[in-house]
């Protein structure tokens, strides 16, 4: 019997190393590289292959790869491929024993190739191999990526059960909340189908979760001009799903994962995050020190050390997380005692603007006192971010190497 309680998700022992693309050091004959995931598709992937290599031959004569990844699926897909690639001498297949998961499998794929132009295709003959053709043409045409579309008009999902099209469709708008600027720049951001330049993601760290890697490609990539080609997403003829409970936990990680590190405004949530574990802290040691049933010390020895302590806490969390590239291009002990020292002053000085906006706000303006500190708290976030991120955490240019000759 098949493995079929398989998760299609990381191995236990597959680390979370971000994977990198190379750029092609040596110029190939291959232009494109088209690579397909497989986990127990043996019942479809010859066809797939024959019908991919039929239509390639035809209009990319010696110049396209085939690459299967599979993941030591136990119905021998990977055999079966093998014992194809003297039929298609385009073909190579890999196979995975110490990882697991689609998004990955598609890297190293990836990894693997010769080609300029990268691609992806399931290997259950959902996704129609004449696609690969069109969206080819559109990369020939100067598109930096290429997606196949279920939802633009020619495009569409055959016969989904409404739950189904439920779950799809929002999932994409979950993702639309979390990730806005990525997922709307393409009406499918789930789709598993698409080319794409090497270039657009060649040197840069990838770490996708799960399945849908396209969105890690439109959020990491340097992804310029987007294509979209309609397809019909077809029924599964052969073969069982991967898809499970797990697959949609691992999207949601994955959409709050990009949130957090995208940009300046996932630096933003980062610091505000640990800022709130610093406010639980505060509260918490204040209460333990100054209430008279724990220890009753003075209001204000309390407060000094429940602030220290929550600064302190604050301190650590953003050097090695929030502000983690900056602090490993500033190692040892000494610069992290600087910034340490520099989060502490400007810290104070927020605490301090703290208080005056409260007082400001609640005494002078008439504001209630609640709503007049959480304007007050709202304003001082701001402001310690900025100034921590220009002060305390500050790219410093690499001083020059005296010992170096380099100009
Ligand atoms: N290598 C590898 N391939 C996988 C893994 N999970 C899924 N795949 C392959 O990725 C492709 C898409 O997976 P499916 O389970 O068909 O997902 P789907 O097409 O969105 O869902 P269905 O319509 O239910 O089939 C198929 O070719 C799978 O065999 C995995 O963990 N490792
Ligand atoms: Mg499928």
């Known amino acids: ?150 939802y633009l008009k020619s495009g569409g999902v055959s016969h989904w059960k409404l739950s189904r099209r439920i779950v799809s469709r929002g999932a994409q708008l979950i993702g639309l909340a979390i990730l806005p600027g990525v997922l709307s720049r393409v009406s499918d951001p789930l789709s598993g189908l698409f080319l794409l330049r090497r270039k657009t993601l060649a040197g840069i760290p990838l770490s996708p979760k799960g399945y849908k890697l396209l969105i890690e490609v439109l959020a990491r990539g340097k992804v310029g001009s987007i294509a979209e080609v309609g397809y019909i997403f077809q029924e599964r003829q052969n073969g069982q799903s991967k898809i499970q409970l797990q697959t949609c936990v691992q999207y949601l990680q994955h959409l709050i994962h990009l949130r957090f590190s995208l940009g300046p405004f996932g630096s933003f949530l980062r610091f505000s995050t640990v800022g709130l574990s610093g406010t639980i802290i505060d509260m918490a040691l204040l209460y333990l020190l100054h209430d008279p049933r724990n220890l009753g010390w003075g209001l204000i020895v309390s407060k000094l050390i429940s602030s220290e302590v929550a600064i302190l806490n604050n301190f650590l969390w953003n050097d090695l997380w929030t502000f983690r590239s900056v602090a490993k291009l500033q190692p040892g002990v000494l610069n992290r005692l600087k910034r340490l020292v520099k989060f502490n002053i400007i810290c104070l000085i927020g605490l301090s603007l703290n208080s005056f906006l409260l007082i400001l706000l609640s005494e002078h303006l008439g504001i209630h006192y609640l709503l007049a500190n959480l304007i007050a708290i709202g304003i001082v976030v701001f402001w310690n971010f900025y100034l921590n991120s220009k002060l305390s955490w500050r790219v410093t240019k690499a001083k020059p190497n005296p010992s170096s000759n380099n100009p």
């Open 1 to 150: 019997m098949l493995d079929t309680a398989f998760a299609s998700s990381t191995h236990p022992k597959t680390p979370h190393i971000p994977i990198q693309i190379p750029a092609l050091v040596q110029p190939s004959s291959i232009q494109l590289s088209l690579v397909i995931p497989t986990y127990n598709e043996a019942s479809s992937i010859c066809s797939l292959i024959r019908q991919l290599s039929t239509h390639l031959d035809t209009h990319l004569p010696g110049i396209y790869e085939l690459i299967v990844v599979d993941d030591n699926s136990p119905d021998y897909t990977a055999k079966l491929a093998r014992e194809l690639q003297k039929e298609v001498p385009q073909l190579k297949v890999i196979c995975r024993h110490q990882e697991r998961g689609l998004a990955t499998a598609v890297l190293r794929g990836w990894q693997a190739a010769q080609g300029e132009i990268l691609g992806v295709i399931d290997g259950d003959l959902q996704h129609p191999p004449e696609i690969i053709l069109k969206l080819w043409q559109q990369i020939q045409a100067g598109a930096d990526l290429a997606v196949g579309s279920r």
